[in-house]
């Protein structure tokens, strides 16, 4: 086999070359201003080749190339607090071939019910013959909308962010200095003494 060429799995399915694995981030940013926030953070995923999938109050969707994924992420928690990160991945590879697979059985499938059809020898069995054949057309319809599913979402990762309205005398969530005195922040002191 030609390097870099896909390998060819023994049933005929192409394995992808590369692992296709789905991103999906979800981050929460305390801001003080999030209009503003919701700007930069459109403006960055633009910058980073990716693009705005919804946007609903404080929320945004944004879609980008898998290659840039862990970039846009790190740019975008730049923009506030981070209040909290999850970052999920899933990998789709195994499912992907076996729905090729599958949908390489039920092509032969197809081909012999065809075949049998221009032989059939009456109404009846006609009939019942393109019955089955439309249970498969359907059955080969979901395993491609299933395979261009997985290859949309393998090659765009999505990242989820959301804005919270951090008020401006409230204090950081992860202050590098634990005050063991818990009664100086109602005096304030906390901001002067916080390092």
């Known amino acids: 086999a030609r390097p870099g060429a896909p390998r060819v799995a023994a049933t005929g399915a192409r394995v992808p070359r590369r692992r296709m694995i789905i991103y999906n981030a979800h981050l929460r940013l305390r801001v003080f201003q999030p209009r503003e926030a919701l700007e930069a953070a459109q403006k960055i995923a633009l910058e980073t080749g990716g693009y705005l999938q919804s946007r609903h109050n404080n929320q945004v969707v944004f879609r980008v190339p898998v290659q840039r994924f862990h970039r846009l992420v790190r740019k975008l928690e730049r923009i506030g607090e981070l209040a909290g990160k999850s970052v999920r991945s899933q990998d789709v590879t195994q499912r992907y071939t076996d729905i090729q697979v599958r949908l390489k059985a039920a092509q032969a499938v197809l081909g012999r019910l065809k075949a049998l059809l221009i032989k059939a020898k009456n109404v009846e069995e006609s009939l019942a013959i393109e019955r089955e054949m439309a249970r498969i057309i359907e059955k080969i319809e979901r395993f491609k909308g299933t395979l261009k599913f ?11 962010v959301t804005f919270q309205i951090r008020r401006r005398n409230s204090p950081p969530l992860q202050s590098t200095w634990k005050n063991p005195f818990y009664w100086v922040k109602g005096l304030g002191l906390w901001r002067v003494m916080r390092f």
């Open 150 to 160: 997985l290859r949309h979402h393998a090659s765009l990762s999505t990242v989820t």
